[in-house]
């Protein structure tokens, strides 16, 4: 269906029309075709991954809320360890593009790293987790921030870019 949609429709109609179909599955859905996930996590209505099923790992009793995840098709992955608690409409993008190139080339170069959430980290609401990072163990993201960097063990992180507010 696709191939025949390519034929005939301009190329940003026909983006906007994979996006909508994309946007319209469901949480349970998308949390089904994760690759691994543990004992007693939940999520809510609004949960969504975008790319990479397949490279997300979640441990046990991690309560997702409606976070939005996108592991990247290669390089990307998402792994994040047990206990890990997040806010409301946090974002973990392990898949970006390429920001030296401009128009039709920097949406169609991506660029994909891992991301790591250790045990017993708490993701404030709002959060941005850039591709690259990981969170340390027993960490706090401040809500509203936009991680760029690693966040070590037991501290407290908040800002845009998060910075140390406070070690635990």
């Not at 390519?6 to 906007?16: D, G, H, W």
């Not at 993201?141 to 991680?147: I, K, L, R, T």
Request: net charge positive; glycine share 12%; aromatic share 6%.
């Amino acid at each position: 269906m696709i191939r025949l949609l390519k034929k005939i429709l301009p190329e940003t109609i026909l983006n906007r029309i994979i996006i909508k179909r994309r946007d319209f599955r469901s949480s349970s859905w998308h949390f089904k075709k994760i690759a691994s996930v543990g004992k007693g996590t939940t999520y809510e209505k609004g949960f969504k991954i975008y790319n990479g099923h397949k490279n997300i790992q979640i441990g046990n009793n991690v309560f997702l809320v409606d976070t939005l995840l996108n592991a990247g098709d290669d390089l990307g992955s998402i792994t994040i360890g047990n206990s890990v608690t997040f806010g409301h409409r946090v974002m973990v993008l392990a898949r970006g593009h390429e920001y030296k190139k401009n128009g039709k080339e920097r949406q169609q170069a991506i660029t994909e790293k891992p991301i790591r959430i250790e045990d017993d980290a708490w993701i404030g609401s709002g959060s941005i987790l850039l591709a690259g990072i990981i969170i340390g163990k027993g960490s706090v993201v401040g809500a509203g921030s936009v991680v760029t960097k690693n966040i070590p063990p037991k501290c407290i992180y908040a800002g845009n870019p998060a910075k140390l507010i406070k070690k635990l």
